[in-house]
Structures are given as structure tokens and as C-alpha cells.
């Protein structure tokens, strides 16, 4: 049994993810995306997608992107 790193539920099918070193357990997907996925500057919304970034900057879309000011992106899904 493994405890979910978000909400601390032991469960026994947890899995971990691994980003950049750092590995986190977690019970289900909603809880690691609330927990890895980034937030769009923009419209605020969870990217779990493929996202785009651009002067150092994250955003779900080229839309939002441009919105925000930054210009030359485009979706790379
Ligand atoms: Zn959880
Ligand atoms: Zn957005």
C-alpha cells in the first residue's frame, strides 16, 4: 500500500510520476495532475496536454500565448 501524495489515500494500485528527478505517488490521475501539471498564465486552466511555452512562459495554447503577449508560437501537439 502506497499513501497518494495529493490527498494521502492508501491505495493499492498507486503509481508514481517522475519529473526532473523528483518522483511523486499518487492514487489517480486527477490528483497528479492537480499536483504536476502546470496552470495556463493565461486562462488558468490545468494543461495535460502538450501545452506551449514561450519567453519562459506556459500556456494551454498559441491563443492564449498571443493573448498574453507573446507572439511566434504555435501549437506543437
Ligand atoms: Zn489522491
Ligand atoms: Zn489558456
Given at each position: 500500500?502506497?499513501?497518494?501524495?495529493?490527498c494521502?489515500?492508501?491505495y493499492?494500485?498507486?503509481?508514481?510520476?517522475?519529473?526532473?528527478?523528483?518522483?511523486?505517488?499518487?492514487?489517480?490521475?486527477?490528483?497528479?495532475?492537480?499536483?504536476?501539471?502546470?496552470?495556463?498564465?493565461?486562462?488558468?486552466?490545468?494543461?495535460?496536454?502538450?501545452?506551449?511555452?514561450?519567453?519562459?512562459?506556459?500556456?494551454?495554447?498559441?491563443?492564449?500565448?498571443?493573448?498574453?503577449?507573446?507572439?511566434?508560437?504555435?501549437?506543437?501537439?
Amino acid at each position: 500500500m502506497a499513501t497518494c501524495a495529493h490527498c494521502g489515500n492508501e491505495y493499492d494500485k498507486t503509481f508514481e510520476i517522475t519529473r526532473e528527478g523528483e518522483s511523486k505517488t499518487f492514487d489517480s490521475f486527477e490528483c497528479a495532475i492537480a499536483v504536476m501539471a502546470p496552470t495556463c498564465e493565461h486562462c488558468n486552466v490545468r494543461i495535460i496536454g502538450h501545452g506551449v511555452e514561450g519567453d519562459g512562459r506556459v500556456f494551454c495554447c498559441a491563443h492564449c500565448a498571443s493573448e498574453a503577449g507573446v507572439s511566434g508560437i504555435s501549437d506543437r501537439a
